[in-house]
């Protein structure tokens, strides 16, 4: 694997990650711990998404439940905070 390639799989767990998508990003820093394994950083990023993940969530993606809303959204506001808190940031804005 080349370092541009490497790169972007590093970016995109590191995306995966912030939008909370640790079943995704997890299996992307393994392959990255795989290619390069004496490198320390990607192993510490991939034992702390480890540590943060519950076994059903490593069972299965469909296991991992939604956050129910606390109430429905009643203005655009808060249709932009719910979308926003799942991760839709375009739409959010656009509302």
Same mark, same amino acid.
């Given at each position: 694997m080349d370092e541009g390639t490497r790169a972007a799989l590093e970016a995109r767990a590191d995306r995966a990650t912030r939008r909370g998508d640790l079943a995704d990003a997890l299996k992307t820093y393994q392959q990255l711990?795989?290619?390069?394994?004496?490198? $320390? @950083?990607l192993a510490e990023k991939k034992r702390r998404i480890e540590e943060n993940l519950q076994p059903m969530e490593l $069972? @299965?993606?469909k296991a991992r439940q939604e956050p129910e809303a606390a109430h429905a959204p009643r203005s655009p506001l808060d249709q932009?905070?719910?979308l926003a808190q799942r991760g839709d940031y375009g739409a959010a804005i656009a509302l």
């Open positions: 711990c795989a290619d390069f394994p004496d490198d $320390a @950083s $069972a @299965s993606p932009a905070e719910q």
